[in-house]
């Protein structure tokens, strides 16, 4: 013999609740093995993504603005879009270029 559930009425200090939970139980996210956020990258120093570009870190603050200097697989004709100043998200994983 099964048991019948009741669900609880949904209530404003029942949402509250379970929002409050939900924030508390943020998921910790990491880069992946050998990789680095943008954000922990000193300011200046080299970087390559996992596609291939290259760039240097100008600053970071929200979003990151860096100079990309390479840029391989791209034709030709898109790749003046692709170089120098970009801005691009500081939870972007990179691995740092030691010179």
């Known amino acids: 013999m099964a048991l019948?559930?009741?669900?609880?009425?949904?209530?404003?200090r029942r949402i509250a609740t379970l929002v409050n939970k939900a924030l508390k139980n943020k998921p910790q996210?990491?880069?992946?093995?050998?990789?680095?956020?943008?954000?922990?990258?000193?300011?200046?120093?080299?970087?390559?993504?996992?596609?291939g570009i290259r760039g240097v870190l100008i600053n970071a603050d929200i979003n990151a603005k860096v100079v990309i200097t390479d840029v391989p697989n791209i034709i030709d004709e898109d790749k003046n879009y692709y170089l120098g100043k970009q801005t691009i998200s500081v939870h972007t994983e990179v691995k740092e270029v030691v010179n």
């Open 4 to 12: 019948k559930r009741t669900k609880k009425p949904l209530t404003p």
């Open 29 to 51: 996210v990491f880069p992946s093995k050998g990789y680095k956020y943008l954000k922990d990258l000193p300011v200046g120093s080299l970087f390559e993504t996992p596609t």
